[in-house]
């Protein structure tokens, strides 16, 4: 009796050790397989944020010289968080350490709506132009030449202010 009940708790142990090795083994699985459909997912790249940037520029001119000022005040702040998921989702890109040059203009544009400053809110709009193709410039795409929008991106919205 002194041998078999040390026996029967090593055989146990043994038993719940090869239950865990396995149990490891399905989970280090698991771990495995989510990674590599985490690795698939998608991404948006730099350029597509970059296109959702330029709609909302421009949604934005058209909001601001329409005096509609709560769709203008909308349209800089998805600028802001557009801006920030570029710093969050394309880390790996250099150009993002230079999109803090547009930050004294939209600043400037910020300050014109909420003052209702159609000359202020000008004045930083065309900073905010000038400030994109600088940064485009800075970062080997001079070619991508941004301007003051003549005409609105979407045909489908009214940018006067509600009545």
Not at 57 to 63: C, Y
Request: charged share 25%.
């Amino acid at each position: 009796m002194k041998i078999i009940l040390p026996l029967i708790v090593a055989f146990c142990f043994i038993m719940i050790a090869c239950n865990q090795s396995g149990n490891n083994q399905q989970l280090q699985a698991k771990v495995d397989s989510l990674q590599a459909k985490l690795n698939d997912t998608y991404k948006p790249g730099l350029g597509e944020f970059m296109m959702g940037i330029q709609e909302h520029h421009a949604k934005l001119w058209f909001a601001g010289i329409n005096k509609n000022w709560k769709l203008a005040d909308f349209e800089v702040h998805e600028i802001g968080e557009t801006l920030d998921d570029v710093k969050k989702y394309c880390t790996d890109r250099p150009e993002i350490k230079s999109l803090g040059i547009i930050d004294p203009a939209v600043n400037t544009i910020k300050a014109a709506i909420t003052k209702q400053d159609m000359d202020k809110f000008k004045m930083g709009f065309t900073e905010l132009t000038n400030d994109c193709n600088s940064c485009h410039k800075d970062n080997q795409h001079g070619f991508n030449i941004i301007t003051i929008p003549s005409s609105p991106p979407v045909t489908n919205q009214d940018f006067k202010p509600a009545k």
